[in-house]
């Protein structure tokens, strides 16, 4: 294990952000309202996977007790599997079928663990053989490890009934970075899917990040709040931790608590572009986390670690 001092960490991420990391290149100023209709969409599922009554009872409807996933709730959907801390890397979520939309989902909680994460610092990497070169945070990979089966074997079994849906891996914050993973172990046994991140720390190494970002068996949108500090984490310092995220970003400019339209959505590449926000962290579309009370202090905590 190597833990580094944060204030070590800050001052390493600030060099990165001074010199390292490659200038932000807008490529578009808003997002079509097709794009935009499924950022929404997905965000949603990303807050389902907050919701207790969404990792305690498989064969049910998802459903949010906050009310931040109506158009989840419109649809017809009914659970294949939802697991809860099965141990401690504390892997939570659900795999649905959306018959409405045609799709079978995969959403990851963002971890109660996140708390562990950052005092602990670890950001060491791992060798993966999902693509050549690739290296990924140990944490992450071992979540998505426990996790793994299940969901696989829930995916399969609803490809088996609705072999013409669309798969789907979404998460926030931590649950971002399981997806991620996820994403990256589907498309290597030939199960397209599509990955949405939602606040997502950098998972694993440029080799990683450029599989991920160019592969023909999925699209991956990667969406970051203005301000959000996550994102920015962990730092990337060439040799040492050449962490690196999945291109292009999806960079919402609006501040907290406000709607957000297709025009406030700009396609950038690169992305250490966040802030120390907590608030925006935590607000995507709607307060994302909402099912979660606790996730909010856990962020706050995490913050608290890093300054
Ligand atoms: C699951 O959690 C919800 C929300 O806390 C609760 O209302 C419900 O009774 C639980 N269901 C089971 C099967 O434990
Ligand atoms: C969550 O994991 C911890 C550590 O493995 C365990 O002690 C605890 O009982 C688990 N909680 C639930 C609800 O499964
Ligand atoms: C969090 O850290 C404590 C103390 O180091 C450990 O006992 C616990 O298992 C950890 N929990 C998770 C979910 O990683």
Redesign the pocket.
Known sequence: MVFVRPAALLALGGLSGLGWAAPVEVRDDTVSTEIFDKLSLFEQYAAAAY???NS??TGTKVTC?EQNCGSVEAADTNTLTEFENSSETDATGFVTTDTTNKLIVIAFRGSKSIDNWTANLDFQMEDVTFCSGCRVHSGFLESWNEAQDGVIKAVQAAQAEYPDFKVIITGHSLGGAMATIGAAALRTIDIPVDLYTYGAPKSGNDEWATFLSGTDKGESFRVVHKDDVVPTLPPSVPFLMPYAHVQPEYYITTGNKVDVTPQDIQVISDGDNGGMDIAAHLWYFNKISACDGLFDLKVKRMVEDLS
């Open positions: 919701c207790k009554s305690n009872s007790d």
